[in-house]
DNA sequence: CAAAAATTTTAATGTAGATTAAAATAATTC
DNA sequence: GAATTATTTTAATCTACATTAAAATTTTTG
């Protein structure tokens, strides 16, 4: 039935899960959120996730990844679509933060990446700093093609990362605000706060 | 002896816990950071730390309330200063950060407000919310006063604090590395991305 | 240095919550 | 609609901490 074997039955719950877990995960942190708390959320009960994972730890390691992947994807169709460094880092924030606040949010928050068991931490660490290494990249892309102040290229991807990084932590839910935060938070990062006349 | 009740090797010593629970639950979260590995850092045993605290949520709850002094101390030197709003900003982020990548650091990040107890969460939920109320009342008044551009104060607010909260996921004490920072993330968080020649 | 106070330790207790097993229910298939 | 497969539940186990109590050690003070 399933064309994609992503549209099973199966992968959607599992889905589901994911984006419960990672609203959990991102109010009270891995070990502070329960099982039970994220069962609850989907009108489960606890051991009905073994179904979907393989443990709890398992569960924030897919959270995490799936965290890399929108980023990644996000990443992605920015440079695809070329233009100045400015331009792709413009718009590589706005498709992350479309997704953040959108349909497949919300979206983990990757601060307990140490917590996870050696294998899964590598790997999740490997992906975040590909994730960092490549804004860096179109930062550099645009310092060069004059689109873009020069500036320390790690400092700024640092500081632009932890305002993404942060906004599950205050953005829930609203329709509007989220149209809202798309069309502003772009423009905050890469704009400063400076008048143009002064 | 101690001429400032501060001084006591007690309050210095539960400044040392304090310190080193930041640095725990920084990395772990509040429940993934056991008073185990608090108390190795300090060379202790876990039961140690009962003596300086009632108990693990409390312990949380002063960690909180001292990066929120911390915050409110920085802001209230910067507002003292006068100049214009951007001014002030920028004053108040180089406040902030030499703090918290100083040695009064590491800071706890407030990243689990909704696990403290109702009586500490709502406490240091306000001390938040003062805070962020602050920090947008400089800006409106930059605005007003023309040094910095118009823009969503809420918003706008939400993204330099969320980068600010951010550092200590990324910043681990190297020396050099802290002036490097002091010096240029407040420019970086005020002063955007875009070339001026552009 | 002896007594008192302060600090830390070892040993013991209790509990929440992750995990497992087996049973029950619901959905599919033939 | 019976049999098979998928999904969830209830009940039971196990363990990592947080916490407490009592004892030991260290520090301070007269």
């Given at each position: 039935?399933?064309?994609?074997?992503?549209?099973?039955?199966?992968?959607?719950?599992?889905?589901?899960?994911?984006?419960?877990?990672?609203?959990?995960?991102?109010?009270?942190?891995?070990?502070?959120?329960?099982?039970?708390?994220?069962?609850n959320?989907?009108?489960?009960?606890?051991p009905a996730?073994?179904?979907?994972?393989?443990?709890?730890?398992?569960?924030?390691?897919?959270?995490y990844v799936r965290a890399a992947d929108v980023g990644r994807e996000a990443m992605q169709r920015a440079v695809a679509e070329g233009g100045t460094g400015l331009e792709q880092a413009r718009?590589?924030?706005?498709?992350?933060?479309?997704?953040?606040?959108?349909e497949r949010g919300p979206i983990a928050i990757m601060s307990e990446i140490p917590s996870l068991k050696p294998e899964h931490r590598d790997e999740v660490l490997e992906l975040s700093r590909q994730h960092s290494k490549n804004f860096e990249d179109i930062l550099e892309a645009g310092i060069a093609d004059g689109s873009i102040e020069?500036?320390?290229?790690?400092?700024?991807?640092?500081?632009?990362?932890?305002?993404?990084?942060?906004i599950p932590k205050w953005f829930h839910g609203g329709e509007a605000a989220?149209?809202?935060?798309?069309?502003?938070?772009?423009?905050v990062l890469t704009r400063g706060l400076a008048a143009k006349s002064v």
């Open positions: 039935m399933a064309r994609n074997p992503d549209e099973t039955r199966f992968s959607q719950q599992r889905d589901r899960v994911l984006k419960a877990a990672a609203h959990c995960f991102n109010r009270k942190g891995y070990s502070g959120a329960s099982l039970k708390d994220v069962a959320m989907l009108g489960l009960t606890d996730l073994y179904y979907y994972v393989k443990n709890k730890e398992e569960l924030v390691y897919l959270c718009r590589y924030l706005r498709f992350h933060i479309e997704i953040m606040v959108g020069a500036c320390d290229v790690r400092m700024t991807g640092n500081a632009i990362m932890g305002s993404i990084n942060w989220a149209d809202n935060v798309i069309a502003g938070f772009p423009d």
